[in-house]
């Protein structure tokens, strides 16, 4: 059975540029969360979304967005980016209420 | 909103020695504490949870503490192997799968199994 499955693993931007990242969780997950985490330091919470609603956000700018699709996937898109955008995306899916499953991320450089 | 700090940010231990992490957290609102394991590259895996209505928890060399009147858990690990070592986050959150609030994460403690 397939994990939480992201993409692309690796990708470089520019200021100014804007970027979609995208996320399958496990098949059933009906709830996708999406993650920051900058380099040494611990996963930090920026949207969940749950039967494709958003069910809560982290403080994070307006730049940041996302959706869940009817079948469950989502996507994070990131406009303007800043050099601070630089970071490990990741992205878990959990079915309700339960244990949290990661991807394996997307790794953002911002030049 | 919730706010979990994690020591020590670099633990080094020897071979078959015990390795302890502590976090503490300032919500009391929270009931749920995993703690994530990533190796360099990987993924946070979820290696052992508790929840505020459990003082202990244990899962073969690993185990977990929670003191909820001093808003403390810690992670023991016994018998240190080589493969323990990685990153460990603690968390905090009122709800298992993160809720509308998400799962707030310590920095991570770096463990370092010396041979």
């Known amino acids: 059975d397939a994990g939480v499955t992201q993409s692309p693993t690796h990708l470089i931007k520019t200021r100014g540029q804007h970027v979609t990242l995208r996320c399958s969780p496990i098949?059933?997950?009906?709830?996708v969360s999406w993650y920051q985490q900058v380099l040494g330091q611990g996963p930090q919470f920026i949207f969940q979304?749950?039967?494709?609603?958003?069910?809560g956000r982290g403080n994070f700018p307006d730049r940041f967005s996302a959706r869940q699709f009817p079948n469950y996937s989502s996507e994070l898109n990131v406009n303007a980016l800043l050099l601070g955008d630089s970071a490990l995306y990741l992205c878990?899916?959990?079915?309700?209420?339960?244990?949290?499953?990661f991807g394996e991320g997307s790794r953002l450089t911002v030049l | 909103g919730e706010n979990v700090e994690q020591h020590p940010s670099t633990l080094s231990v020897q071979e078959g020695d015990s390795a302890v992490i502590k976090c503490t957290y300032s919500?009391?609102?929270?009931?749920?504490f995993p703690w994530y394991k990533q190796e360099l590259g990987k993924r946070p895996q979820l290696i052992i949870d508790?929840?505020?209505?459990?003082g202990e928890k244990k899962d073969q060399r690993i185990a977990v503490t929670l003191n909820k009147t001093a808003k403390h858990f810690s992670l023991h690990i016994t018998e240190t192997q080589p493969e323990d070592s990685a990153v460990y986050f603690c968390?905090?959150?009122?709800?298992?799968?993160?809720?509308?609030?998400?799962?707030?994460f310590g920095k991570g403690t770096h463990l370092i199994i010396q041979p």
């Open positions: 508790i929840r505020s209505n459990v």
């Open positions: 919500d009391s609102a929270s009931n749920y």
């Open positions: 098949s059933g997950h009906k709830s």
């Open positions: 968390a905090a959150n009122w709800e298992e799968g993160g809720g509308a609030d998400g799962l707030t």
């Open positions: 878990a899916s959990s079915y309700t209420a339960s244990e949290l499953f």
């Open positions: 979304y749950y039967e494709k609603e958003e069910r």
